[in-house]
């Protein structure tokens, strides 16, 4: 079923039935009524309509602890392009691979746009969210009517860069799994790794 009651769709939204009726009265949301009255609201409808402290969120991430400037980079240019077009935003930062589903800005961010918190989500590319998931988060904005911008959209490198950087990023993580980040064995693999990764 579309359409619900107006207790129904307070619940849904999580705000108060006179919220409802404010939005009503704004042009913000338009009821259906039945023959005795009664107002119907569009379940759609009801998603699309954000609260008024919704957020635009700057979301940064890198991969380690030693990439702490590229972060601190990204951070800045979120930062001066959300200010330049006079948005409110909260920055959301994160350390972790780009296969990490639970990284925990990650989560918050899932959390914030499903509850219908967040108008826009500002990237610096789409590398900084996930690998093998970044259709689903950009699914997620669409249904929620959250505005995707993404600062630089250019693609640089072939397809066979793209690739042996995915790759070395897979064997990396299985191989900080398998025998600790900060291991002499880890940090030779990955040396190794990278080494070849340049030759390709």
Known sequence: MSEISISEAAKLKGVSASTLRRWEAEGKLIPERTENGNRRYDIGQLLGIKPDNALTVGYARVSSHEQKEDLERQKQVLEIFCATNGWSFEII????SRLNYSKRGLQ??????????????????????????SELIFSLCEHFGCEVVIINRTEDG????????????IITVFSARLYGSRSQKNKRIVEELRDVASRL
């Open 158 to 169: 072939s397809f066979e860069e793209h690739l042996a950087k995915d790759v070395l990023e």
């Open 93 to 96: 930062e994160d350390l972790g």
């Open 108 to 133: 918050r961010l899932i959390r914030l746009i499903t509850d219908n918190q967040v108008e826009r989500l500002v990237l610096t590319d789409t590398d900084r969210l996930l690998r093998f998931g």
